[in-house]
């Protein structure tokens, strides 16, 4: 009976309803709050707490690596225990971290602090991206999640640099207690065989895409990739431009309206999706590539504005392709869920790599130049994933 009753005569299933989806949204926004605030608080860390530019790297790189390692934990239990149960111990971990924070303010203190925020934060996101990773219509579901991404961006960057140290951490803490209230609307399981069976007869396309296990790896592997990108230039962004002496009434609201440029990319990927899901891929890493690169020959005023608001419109295109792939591929969830992870590792490895490039006295041409290289790695992985389905005649679905 409970079966009959997952799936109506439309073929949607219990992670359909509206609560569902609004309850796993709002909670993946929460989710990746940190990490689309990060110019931000990169700026309070140094600003309020005296940390260095390469301290800066060291914590932010602790958070996304806590919530990488969080988002692993979640996806090796995920199918077996109850996911209401790992949302809350997620968010009882960022809820104390959080709190913690306000009271413990050296720099070894923080960035342990951030790593276990981070963990948590990685545990309720996963579960997020998995739920809506497993509705009738996941390209539509994660087309709302970055749609949303964009306003949520906008208001964080507008809210967040008008706060103290503590009222960033009281921010985040309350979201998270948000979350806590709204947890009795997320699906308690993943569908079983048969529902599985009967999500996949309602999907008009699946049959055209059915591939080795490893290739929806590799596509994990240039996730990572794309994020190291973001997260070397997200977080020094407002740094770097500051350095090259661009003031902070000018690209502080250049951050704040770039954010909502993710909309145009949100927009964008729709006009595009006739064309596949690789060649728009192709050319938004390539462009991504391109407005960070650009900023390796000096920060200007004119510049910076151009490079935020290419990146911020690509950053949602690239995800839309990236996320379609990942959920085309992978119906189950199951690689899915480790989505999080890989945007959370690269993002760990994105501020270490640049504090490094900062920290051996290379100077910000030099990180953005490696940052920027990071996309054009993900575009040659998606080429030769591209190749490969060429060679084996594996029709690719476009973007509904």
Same mark, same amino acid.
């Not at 949204?25 to 860390?45: C, E, H, K, N, R």
């Not at 306003?151 to 008008?162: D, I």
């Not at 973001?230 to 350095?243: K, V």
């Not at 951050?255 to 938004?284: D, E, H, Q």
């Given at each position: 009976?409970a &079966?009959s009753?997952?799936f ?5 299933? +219990?992670?359909?309803g509206?609560r ?7 909670m993946?926004l ?9 110019? *931000? ?9 005296g !940390? @260095? ?11 996304v690596g ?5 988002a692993v934990l979640?996806?090796? !239990? ?8 790992l949302?809350?111990i $997620? ?12 009271g413990f ?5 923080v960035?342990?602090?951030r790593?276990?925020? $981070? ?7 996963a ?18 999640l970055l749609?949303a991404?964009?306003?949520s961006?906008?208001?964080e960057? %507008?809210?967040? /640099? ?5 009222g960033?951490?009281?921010?985040f803490?309350t979201? &998270? ?15 079983n ?16 895409w059915?591939v /080795?296990? !490893?290739?929806p790896?590799?596509?994990?592997v240039?996730?990572s990739?794309?994020? *190291?990108? +973001?997260?070397?230039?997200?977080t ?5 431009? %500051?350095?090259?002496?661009i003031?902070?009434d000018?690209? $502080? /609201?250049i ?5 909502i ?9 729709? !006009?595009c999706?006739r064309f596949?899901l ?18 390796a020959?000096?920060? @200007?005023? +004119?510049?910076?504005? *151009? ?6 419109t690509m950053?949602?295109?690239?995800d839309v ?6 959920? %085309? ?5 199951t690689?899915?869920?480790l989505? /999080? ?7 760990f490895? $994105? ?13 910000? &041409? ?10 054009l790695?993900?575009?040659f992985?998606?080429i030769g994933v591209?190749?490969?389905m ?10 509904s």
């Amino acid at each position: 009976m409970a &079966n009959s009753l997952s799936f109506s005569k439309a073929g949607s299933n +219990i992670f359909d309803g509206w609560r569902s989806i609004s309850t796993a949204l709002f909670m993946a926004l929460v989710g990746y709050s940190v990490m689309v605030s990060i110019p *931000v608080i990169s700026t309070a860390w140094v600003g309020l707490l005296g !940390f @260095t530019e390469e301290q800066v790297g060291r914590v932010a790189g602790a958070d996304v690596g806590g919530f990488s390692l969080g988002a692993v934990l979640a996806s090796l !239990f995920v199918a077996r225990v109850s996911r209401r149960l790992l949302v809350m111990i $997620g968010l009882i971990l960022s809820i104390s971290a959080n709190a913690l924070c306000i009271g413990f303010v050296d720099y070894e203190q923080v960035l342990w602090l951030r790593v276990i925020a $981070g963990v948590g934060s990685g545990i309720f996101t996963a579960i997020a991206v998995v739920t809506l990773g497993g509705t009738t219509k996941p390209v539509r579901a994660f087309n709302l999640l970055l749609f949303a991404f964009a306003f949520s961006t906008a208001l964080e960057l %507008h809210v967040l /640099p008008k706060l103290s140290m503590n009222g960033i951490y009281l921010f985040f803490i309350t979201l &998270n207690i948000l979350c806590i209230f709204l947890i009795r609307w997320l699906p308690n399981r993943p569908l079983n065989a048969e529902e599985l069976a009967e999500q996949e007869a309602a999907q008009s396309d699946v049959e055209d895409w059915h591939v /080795p296990r !490893f290739i929806p790896i590799i596509c994990l592997v240039a996730i990572s990739f794309t994020y *190291v990108n +973001i997260g070397g230039y997200y977080t020094y962004i407002e740094l770097g431009a %500051h350095a090259d002496g661009i003031a902070k009434d000018w690209i $502080g /609201p250049i951050l704040t309206w770039s954010s909502i440029f993710a909309i145009v990319g949100c927009v964008l990927a729709l !006009f595009c999706s006739r064309f596949g899901l690789f060649k728009p891929l192709f050319i938004s890493l390539l462009l991504m590539a391109a407005v960070v690169i650009m900023l390796a020959s000096g920060i @200007t005023n +004119i510049n910076v504005m *151009v490079s935020l608001f290419g990146f911020m419109t690509m950053w949602t295109f690239v995800d839309v392709f990236q996320s379609s792939m990942m959920a %085309h591929m992978d119906r189950s969830g199951t690689l899915v869920a480790l989505m /999080p992870s890989v945007q959370g590792f690269g993002q760990f490895i $994105g501020p270490n790599v640049a504090a490094s490039v900062l920290g051996a006295g290379l100077g910000y &041409n030099t990180m953005f130049m490696v940052s920027g290289s990071m996309a054009l790695v993900a575009m040659f992985i998606y080429i030769g994933v591209f190749l490969y389905m060429r060679r084996r005649k594996v029709k690719v679905p476009v973007v509904s």
